[in-house]
């Protein structure tokens, strides 16, 4: 059982990157899954989550219209689209899993997956 983030890298100011949260062992859609950075000496802050059930989204003020969090039931993964990416998005970037009900907060996750580093030049 196992959460993976991949897809950060180094990216100039204005750039894009998609992260992908690849689950195996177990089915990622039946969970809400929520995307979280960390930037150096800073603490952990969310950034996404989407719903089990529903679709339902949520983000931070700071990512609104510029991140797009989805689902890849495919894959069995959750992908967070970052565009116009700025150097206060510098990071580590996890994805985790929450068992109770989604609610639009960033509370409750407790399941977490390796992060991806990603950078933004500025």
């Known amino acids: 059982v196992q959460l993976q983030a991949s897809g950060g890298g180094l990216v100039q100011s204005g750039g894009s990157l998609r992260l992908s949260c690849a689950a195996s062992?177990?089915?990622?859609?039946?969970?809400?899954v929520g995307w979280f950075r960390q930037a150096p000496g800073k603490e952990r802050e969310g950034v996404a989550t989407?719903?089990?059930?529903?679709?339902?989204?949520y983000y931070a003020d700071s990512v609104k219209g510029r991140f797009t969090i989805s689902k890849d039931t495919d894959r069995n993964a959750v992908n967070l689209q970052m565009i116009n990416l700025q150097p206060a998005d510098t990071g580590v970037y996890y994805c985790?899993?929450?068992?109770?009900?989604?609610?639009?907060?960033?509370?409750?996750?407790?399941?977490w997956g390796r992060g991806t580093q990603v950078t933004v030049s500025s």
């Open positions: 985790a899993t929450r068992r109770t009900q989604w609610t639009p907060d960033f509370d409750e996750y407790d399941y």
């Open positions: 062992g177990f089915i990622l859609d039946y969970f809400s």
């Open positions: 989407i719903s089990d059930n529903d679709d339902s989204t």
